[in-house]
T-cell receptor
Framework: GQQLNQSPQSMFIQEGEDVSMNCTSSSIFNTWLWYKQDPGEGPVLLIA?????ELTSNGRLTAQFGITRKDSFLNISASIPSDVGIYFC???????????FGTGTRLKVLA | SQTIHQWPATLVQPVGSPLSLECTVEGTSNPNLYWYRQAAGRGLQLLFYSVGIGQISSEVPQNLSASRPQDRQFILSSKKLLLSDSGFYLCAWSGRGRVNTEAFFGQGTRLTVV
């Protein structure tokens, strides 16, 4: 099935550092979503983006809907140990009901 | 508020046995419903989605099937499980009347076929 390319695939960072990850697609999307998944749990929605160029924050998280509508970015500022997990992007195309997910970025925070 | 329930949480089944995973949503009407599968350390693969009772769209040909007998109930089934069916199965819902909206996930079912 179709998947979005997400990078980096994994990253180890020190507590307090900022994190950046991105998601790219060959297709245009009308909605970008960012999720976090803890081990053995379902993904939890972090941020939703509906407009090209939109920049939205949720606490220490900031996400942007790329101008080309083919990419999105997630930044986490001042990381803490509970940020550990897998982050997924998801895109939705107008006129469909399908959520296409990225390959995931596994984040590990070193205290 | 809306909630989504998925069960069982874990399941160990022998090869060739049948499968039935159930998902229900509360607090909303006429949701879009989805089944995803996640292999270990991998992303989410869309298996089926439904925009209404009895309406099922299949994304990946396989020995799994889905049914939606009631508005807020979504069932994933198999007549005979294969080893390759092992994985983490996730049910999700999204609101109706607006295509571009958020999707919310259940807690998942860890299926191990032995």
């Amino acid at each position: 099935g179709q998947q979005l390319n997400q990078s980096p695939q994994s990253m180890f960072i020190q507590e307090g550092e900022d994190v950046s990850m991105n998601c790219t697609s060959s297709s245009i999307f009308n909605t970008w979503l960012w999720y976090k998944q803890d081990p053995g749990e379902g993904p939890v929605l972090l941020i939703a983006l509906y407009k090209a160029g939109e920049l939205t924050s949720n606490g220490r998280l900031t996400a942007q809907f790329g101008i080309t509508r083919k990419d999105s970015f997630l930044n986490i500022s001042a990381s803490i140990p509970s940020d550990v997990g897998i982050y997924f992007c998801a895109g939705v195309t107008s006129g469909t009901y399908k959520y296409i997910f990225g390959t995931g970025t596994r984040l590990k925070v070193l205290a | 508020s809306q909630t989504i329930h998925q069960w069982p949480a874990t399941l160990v089944q022998p090869v060739g046995s049948p499968l039935s995973l159930e998902c229900t949503v509360e607090g909303t009407s006429n949701p879009n419903l989805y089944w995803y599968r996640q292999a270990a350390g991998r992303g989410l693969q869309l298996l089926f989605y439904s925009v209404g009772i009895g309406q099922i769209s299949s994304e990946v040909p396989q020995n799994l099937s889905a049914s939606r007998p009631q508005d807020r109930q979504f069932i994933l089934s198999s007549k005979k499980l294969l080893l390759s069916d092992s994985g983490f199965y996730l049910c999700a819902w999204s609101g109706r009347g607006r295509v571009n909206t958020e999707a919310f996930f259940g807690q998942g079912t860890r299926l191990t076929v032995v």
